[in-house]
């Protein structure tokens, strides 16, 4: 009994060996990403056209693709490994290897934020003065200029390896550490912090993210229940029964009458292969995974399915099968279990083509589930680019299909004498108005002959056995600036043009909150009135000696000098006059000008008044030359050498003073007369 368990349980652990390594995919296979969000204009650079084009949501990228944000431009790149790249404006982006364990890319210059979310992945990224080693579970900004790099650890801790003379040294950089500024020879810590505008747009992507991936559905394998949202919002999970058995399927609901797979959208290619690029809002996921079927005359989106407890997630180009005549082409959405043919391997149930089996290769077309259903448009309208493949009208398509050739994969004696046949390589109808300077393109070229892949163990394991670098505070690394390769399109080829650099990180400048929301045109209103000082600080400046009252201008009367006791107890004649309260003083200046005249001139200096009396003249002006000495009195000289009296409010303070002041009063009273 033992050894017929034993018999069992080995037979059974060698099946379950056999199908998981039919279900693992070759090392060659390919782990594309997403370009989840496209915001502003996103340039891909095309090798087989030695060219940019713009790019779209919801297409591809994977290993030797590169990439340019223009001046407004951001977008997301989404790995199945768990790792996820956001680029700012003017950023130039290459993706050098994308695996299970291990992201690498290169960028070139401007800003980019990495996020490390798998258990085993390892991010490297590679820049002009070093490389960053992220473990998994990390998040990192990188500011790339055209002379310094700096590095921003925002979650864990990440490693920058710097090059000098051939050696390689590490620097340590931790969440809430200081940034580290390096250029190709010094490393010191930063002092500036993150761009507020660009975390906060990452801070709403966050969000936005977390919120889809609260939508779950026990029908969707975990890698992509990020697309359930989706799913939910534009069609209903059905029970159907298909192939002897009921199983859950998808059904779209909010789209147009006549709908079917692969009809909205573009085929464009990539990497070889005709790569469907969906308009539907749910067209990735269900254009990629998975299979259709027809059943009850509805379409109906068949999920990858899960073998032995390991599921089978893999992304296919467009998975259809292709048939031709001498003016048409056409494809069939495949239903589960039949083949798909490509340039690459793309998991089970698909054959490699190369071009030594592309003419061996048998292919019956009619017995494809979905084969009356088929899209057929003239060649002409292949890479049209139509928001709309529309199947041929007018032609008996059960007799085209009969005489239709297949074809496992489209190649160039397929589409010859095509008029449209260099659209293919587009991802819109759009042409671009500005794309990067040609010296773009050559680090590029550059770049791919020196490429090296690392191995993320190995790699983990180099980081840990380097020494660690000097971090010294002598500021001679300078912020990140960066100069926009971008130019027109039809200047792509010239010599580029010098333009002035710009600083990656639009920063504040360190300024109180107040100042922060303040209008620039409003001065800034200081918090008092500054009292006016005079040169000579032993002169106490009256603010009345410019002719007019402190309370008109609101500045603060000036503090008076005690006086002594013995002087206001002195007993001289008119000592009553000393103790009579201010506003009942000025009685004689009141009779032949306004008040504040005569307390203008009671307050000024005696040596001041009796020349202004001796030197005047008469005037044939009358009342008006009297308006204007009366509200503008003349400025007195302050560089008279004299030295002055102190005032009181009270008064003079001798009998000297009060005559002075009794002979001015005289004066002013025959002054009318003199003028008549």
Known sequence: MKKLLSIIWVAAFVFATHMIALAAPPSDAILVGRISYVGGNLLRYVPEGEDWVLTVQDSPAGPKDAFYTDENGKAEFMFPNNSLIRLRESTQLEIAAVRNDLTQIYLTSGLARFYSKGPDTVVRAETPFGYVVAPPGTRFDLYVGDESVEIICLHGFVNFIQRIDGVETRHEVSAGSPPLLADRGHAEPGAEGLDPKWDQWNTVRDNLLAKKEMVRTEYLPESLQGDAYALQDYGRWDRVYYLGAYHYFWHPVRVAVGWSPFTYGRWTVWYGEHVWIPYEPFGYVTHHFGDWVF????????????VIGRLLVHWHPGRVGWFYTDRHVGWVPLAPHETYYGRHYWGPNSVVITNANIRSTQINIHRYANVQRSVIVDKADFYAGHKRYNTISGVDKTRLIKEARPAPVIQKSLIQNVTNVKNQYKYTTVEAERKPNRIVTNQIRTREREEKVENAATLMQDVRGMEKGRVEREGKVKPPQVTNRMVNAEDVNKPPVQSPQKKIMSRPQTQSPSEEFRPKTEPRKPLRQPMLQPRNPEIKQDPTIQGQSSKAE?????????????????????SERVKVEPKERPRAAQENRPQTEGRARLQMPPAQIRPEVQKQQPSTQGPQHQSQRDFMPEKPQLQSTRQQPDLHQDGPRNDQDRGNRSRAEDARSKEPQRQR
């Open 554 to 574: 609101g500045i603060p009367s000036p503090r008076v000098k005690p006086q002594p006791r013995e002087d206001l107890n002195r007993s001289s004649a008119g």
């Open 295 to 306: 059943l009850g005359g509805f379409w109906y989106w068949v999920p990858p399915r899960v």
